[in-house]
């Protein structure tokens, strides 16, 4: 545990949670997809980590997997060890995801907001119910209590007239609203940890933007670290403190923001950012894009996932080996034989450049 | 600044719509003109009625008011919403559409053969067979689909490529006009780029017209070549792509551009926040629609409506004090 605290880098102090080459195999009717292939990451208190990735990554699997909510087709194994009070260091893949133990972790230590407001409430009972019901659970069996402290949270995300929103039903909420309601039953019993899966994605710009504001100041207020997933590069420049890329179940690349955003290492990474037209800038004739589309997660071929669409690939080395994170410096780790140069190969493997 | 010729001229729609004894204004009073081989981005949050307008402008609704003057191939100006069921039938080939859901606008009990053939189908119907495989064959390969795969169904394809198909499925008329509504939004950032050089490529070569509606503004920017932002289902500004994102004169445009996430952390612009949420249409405010939310807001703009008029050659803004206000854009690189 001692070690622990010293490895974190200046600024910020202790890490909140390590996970630990995550692996999460899903079994279907054709084979086992292997989503999530060795994910590798850590986040200190209070910042913000960045997962990006398209659709079929493995960014939503792996913030799930540490909840405990996938689903029982997911055979999760790794090690996502969490500082979870009253458990000490626990890896919160051995815990029972149905027992008590996880259940004190789960919306109290670490909680989730969803992609989708309007699915993620339930029609049939009030906001103010709904908020309740982690205070209820976790913080104070007395209800005047409990409402004192929701109509409070909700007054901190900026839900006006909370008094009154607190007795209305879901339908009565506009998208943005309800998004709001959803971060106050997220933040209500203060976690360690928020993980916010595609937050805003549903939202108008215009809404985006006020929630992101929100969430900033309140991450200030609340002292939180958190997960920030989204497959949407602008909003994470703006967000997060770290970014890790992902793709075909990997993490590609994590760097600082403002190093990744300067300087990219990785192809998909410099693919991604490509792809986006940054308004204020000369029309190219073609915007960069990123060849053929992410290969299925099943019989995935050895080497690098992206070697297929890759720009840089070299024959003979990236369709072989497997490329691991590496240290680029500045704290860059990338995983790419062509950033890299040195193809350190999974198990001792020597290849020639 | 219209690249060609006007080829479609949008007067005055209105559309609304009853329900229950409420009357929602979801169109009202939006007119402008498109020249042959244009893009022209329609841009706004949802629910401000873009989409209503574009399936007005191929008449997928009947609107309440208003006139879509067409120029067609042969040089005649029509009404487009004005002509009986069989003329239009023969113009409609010329406008065609591309939806937003590449998962909902594709019949899964059909092949991607059967369904970009379904147009000529019910246009051509006396097109020999062959011919018409041959046409969407030529027209799947130029969309980038794997010929060979064009028995299967819609399910076998990714997003992506779906996309693919619905685009071919609108060019295999040779439309002149498309109206694309978010064709790309529901894409990843990679396929969207596919997607959106696609369009790009298929605009040159065949001379089309976009009506692009999308509310993502950095993609309109890249597209369009002018933007329409709508609010609340009026037309707040209007002006040539590089005037509105640089300098705009509307206060909903300004931070509708001050809330784009910026893919750069050294260069987050200074957040216009709007206040409040977008007013319920069908019981809009008083004076300016956007008043509510105004940070220049005055006493005028709370009782009168402003009037939709040219401000410079080419922009046109609806706002009391688009003269005095200097409104920040993004900056231009050139």
């Not at chain 1, 906001?127 to 109509?151: F, M, V, W």
């Not at chain 2, 990714?158 to 609108?170: E, K, P, T, V």
């Not at chain 2, 002006?239 to 910026?262: D, G, I, R, W």
């Amino acid at each position: 545990m001692e070690q622990d605290v010293k490895k974190t880098e200046q600024g910020s102090n202790e890490t909140i949670i390590e996970v630990k080459d995550l692996r999460i195999n899903i079994k279907v009717d054709e084979g086992i997809l292997t989503t999530v292939r060795g994910v590798n990451f850590d986040i200190k208190k209070g910042e913000t980590l960045g997962l990006v990735g398209e659709s079929g990554c493995g960014k939503s699997l792996t913030s799930k997997a540490i909840l405990g909510i996938n689903d029982k087709k997911c055979k999760a194994s790794g090690e996502i060890i969490f500082d979870a009070d009253g458990l000490g260091r626990v890896n919160l893949l051995d815990l029972n995801p149905r027992g008590k133990e996880i259940r004190s972790v789960r919306g109290k230590q670490i909680s989730m907001i969803f992609q989708e407001p309007m699915v993620a409430f339930s029609p049939m009972y009030t906001i103010g119910a709904q908020i309740n019901e982690a205070t209820l659970l976790h913080i104070t069996k007395d209800k005047k209590k409990a409402r004192e402290i929701s109509l409070d949270v909700m007054k901190k995300v900026g839900i006006a007239n909370a008094e009154k929103r607190y007795d209305q039903y879901p339908h009565e909420f506009s998208g943005g609203m309800l998004q709001r309601a959803l971060i106050a039953m997220a933040l209500v019993c203060n976690p360690k940890l928020l993980i916010a899966d595609e937050p805003t994605t549903a939202l108008d710009v215009t809404i985006q933007a006020q929630i992101l504001e929100i969430m900033k100041e309140l991450q200030k207020d609340f002292g939180m670290s958190i997960l920030f997933i989204t497959h949407d590069l602008g909003v994470v420049a703006g967000m997060c403190d770290r970014v890790a890329v992902m793709y075909l179940g990997r993490i590609v690349e994590i760097a600082t923001a403002e190093e990744l955003y300067a300087n990219p290492q990785h192809p998909y990474t410099q693919g991604l950012l490509g792809s986006v037209h940054k308004i204020g800038t000369k029309n190219q004739d073609k915007l960069f894009s990123i060849e053929g589309t992410v290969p299925v997660a099943m019989n995935l071929p050895v080497g690098c996932g992206f070697y297929d669409r890759c720009t840089k690939r070299v024959d003979g080395v990236c369709n072989v080996y497997d490329p691991e994170l590496t240290d680029a410096g500045n704290g860059h780790r990338v995983a790419c034989f062509a950033c890299t140069g040195c193809p350190n190969a999974k198990k001792g493997g020597k290849a020639d450049e | 600044m219209s690249k060609g010729d006007k080829i479609l001229d949008v007067q005055n729609i209105k559309m609304d719509f009853h329900s229950k004894g409420v009357t929602v204004h979801a169109v009202g009073d939006v007119s402008f003109s498109v020249g042959e081989g244009e893009t022209m981005g329609i841009v706004g949050e949802s629910g401000c009625g873009k989409t209503t307008l574009g399936r007005c402008i191929v008449r997928a609704y009947e609107p309440t008011a208003g006139a879509v003057m067409y120029k067609s191939s042969e040089g005649d100006l029509i009404d487009f919403l004005k002509i009986d069921k069989k003329t239009m039938k023969a113009y409609r080939k010329e406008i065609q559409m591309i939806f937003q859901d590449p998962y909902s606008s594709l019949d899964p009990r059909m092949t991607v053969l059967d369904i970009i053939k379904e147009p000529l189908l019910a246009n051509f119907p006396k097109m020999p067979k062959e011919e018409m495989e041959r046409k969407v064959m030529d027209i799947a390969a130029k969309v980038g689909l794997n010929t060979t795969y064009l028995k299967r169904y819609p399910h076998a394809f990714s997003g992506g490529q779906r996309q693919r198909i619905g685009i071919a499925r609108a060019l295999v008329l040779n439309p002149r006009v498309i109206v694309c509504d978010e064709c790309v939004s529901a894409l990843d950032v990679s396929i969207q780029a596919q997607v959106i050089n696609l369009l790009h490529e298929l605009q040159k070569e065949f001379n089309l017209t976009f009506l692009f509606i999308s509310h993502d503004l950095s993609v309109v920017e890249y597209i369009s070549d002018r933007v329409g932002v709508m609010y609340l289902g009026k037309m707040v500004e209007f002006a040539p792509t590089k005037k509105l994102f640089s300098h705009p004169m509307h206060p909903y445009t300004e931070s509708l551009l001050s809330a784009v996430p910026v893919a750069d952390p050294t260069k987050q612009m200074e957040r216009i926040p709007l206040q409040g949420e977008i007013p319920n249409p069908a019981n809009p405010p008083k004076g300016c629609y956007f008043h509510t939310r105004c940070r220049y807001c005055t006493e005028k703009c709370s009782q009168e409506a402003p009037e939709y008029k040219k401000m410079e050659p080419e922009h046109f803004v609806a706002c009391h004090r688009a003269e005095e206000l200097k409104l920040k854009g993004f900056d231009y690189d050139d």
